[in-house]
T-cell receptor, first 114, second 114 residues
């Protein structure tokens, strides 16, 4: 089955700096790659996603890149702010129908220092 | 904004007891999911449910687990005989199931087995 690896497990940056989180996946059939942000005591919330027919997607300060050949995808946050501090999870889906059968990475705890 | 709601927010139960975790998915969604997150670990897929039947399940979802949609709004996860290792945060999620939609997660139920 699918396996998703995520690095780093913790990341500390200064406010205004960029943050990059990387994930690799094992199943070449995976075709949907969302990123979730989880704040303390809350459920995961989708912040951006990318499908296998696209190499890059951007939404304001957040961008995701996908390299299908190498089976890795990355989250880039620019101009980080203290409210970006949270745990970020990457995920992959290898089911053709619903895209909620997600295999998650272990998460990255991002701390943005003011 | 529509949201997935889960009750209770925290449940404490004795080992061997049955528990039922409840979820109200977003009303026009067709796919429903349960995930769990053991403290400090990644979010793990348990089961997906569509058209009143299980569509996929993971190795974690053994005979002790069952899901049900008893009426038009609720989606429940039952654990028949809880074990200490069942202690985790359980998340319900739902999606419309079409290609370009995300899975929305609830806030979770923290299950503590003592």
């Amino acid at each position: 089955g699918e396996n998703v690896e995520q690095h780093p497990s913790t990341l500390s940056v200064q406010e205004g700096d960029s943050a990059v989180i990387k994930c690799t996946y094992s199943d070449s059939a995976s075709n949907y790659f969302p990123w979730y942000k989880q704040e303390l005591g809350k459920g995961p919330q989708l912040i951006i996603d990318i499908r296998s027919n696209v190499g890059e997607k951007k939404d304001q300060r957040i961008a995701v890149t996908l390299n299908k050949t190498a089976k890795h995808f990355s989250l880039h946050i620019t101009e980080t702010q203290p409210e970006d501090s949270a745990v970020y999870f990457c995920a992959a889906s290898n089911y053709g129908g619903s895209q909620g059968n997600l295999i998650f990475g272990k998460g990255t705890k991002l701390s943005v220092k003011p | 904004e529509p949201e997935v709601t889960q009750t209770p927010s925290h449940q404490v139960t004795q080992m061997g007891q049955e528990v039922i975790l409840r979820c109200v998915p977003i009303s026009n969604h067709l796919y429903f999911y349960w995930y769990r997150q053991i403290l400090g670990q990644k979010v793990e897929f348990l089961v997906s449910f569509y058209n009143n039947e299980i569509s996929e399940k993971s190795e974690i979802f053994d005979d002790q687990f069952s899901v049900e949609r008893p009426d038009g709004s609720n989606f429940t996860l039952k654990i028949r005989s809880t074990k200490l290792e069942d202690s985790a945060m359980y998340f319900c999620a739902s999606s419309t199931g079409t290609v370009n939609t995300e899975a929305f997660f609830g806030q979770g139920t923290r299950l503590t087995v003592v």
